[in-house]
């Protein structure tokens, strides 16, 4: 059965479910070895309702993000819809979810060594998919996140800072 995003209704709709909750709740992440502390997960908003978005910026009109996550194997893509459902409803477990840069997050999921990432942020109350990528080094790869920075800003720059209410 695929489960690509996009490809099959129960997929889409999965993930355009409200919920009570955006976000995951995050303790610091103290890095004795390196003698810092890490940024935390913005906490879930109780409030909030959010869908995810997808970043969209092709000339057929089919979101980038998209394209990218239809690369990854089938299993990965599954692992990784169900993490961002479980973001929607606040329910991901410890080490699924971490902060990289400024307000970008990013969703892990690990099979043996293969490692797979969505990178995203939270435009008020919706998460939105900038990247998903197949990781084969020790830290997430800078061009990805300087990727996932850019289109970021270009989204922001067409939809502003907050979605309309």
Same mark, same amino acid.
């Given at each position: 059965?695929?489960?690509? $995003?996009?490809?099959s209704p129960k997929c889409i709709s999965a993930l355009s479910l409200p919920s009570g909750t955006v976000g995951a709740p995050s303790k610091p992440d103290n890095d004795a070895t390196r003698g810092r502390t890490r940024?935390?997960?913005?906490?879930?908003?109780?409030?909030?309702?959010?869908? +995810?978005? @997808? /970043?969209?910026?092709?000339?057929? #009109?089919r979101p980038v993000f998209k394209k990218e996550f239809d690369k990854l194997?089938?299993?990965?893509?599954?692992?990784?819809?169900?993490?961002? =459902?479980?973001? $929607?409803? #606040?329910? $991901?477990?410890? #080490?699924?979810?971490?902060?990289?840069? #400024?307000?970008?997050?990013?969703? &892990? +999921?690990?099979?043996?060594?293969?490692? /797979? &990432?969505?990178? @995203? @942020?939270? +435009?008020? =109350?919706?998460?939105?998919?900038?990247t998903a990528f197949y990781k084969? =080094? =020790?830290?997430?790869?800078?061009?990805k996140i300087e990727t996932a920075l850019d289109r970021q800003k270009i989204w922001k720059r067409a939809f502003g800072d907050t979605p309309p209410i």
């Open positions: 059965m695929s489960h690509r $995003l996009g490809g940024p935390t997960v913005p906490p879930p908003d109780p409030a909030a309702m959010g869908t +995810w978005k @997808f /970043f969209r910026a092709s000339v057929d #009109g194997p089938d299993q990965a893509r599954a692992a990784l819809i169900v993490l961002m =459902q479980r973001y $929607l409803v #606040g329910d $991901l477990a410890a #080490g699924s979810i971490k902060p990289i840069r #400024g307000d970008i997050l990013e969703l &892990r +999921w690990h099979e043996a060594n293969n490692h /797979f &990432r969505v990178l @995203f @942020f939270r +435009w008020g =109350q919706h998460p939105v998919a900038l084969n =080094q =020790q830290k997430t790869p800078k061009t």
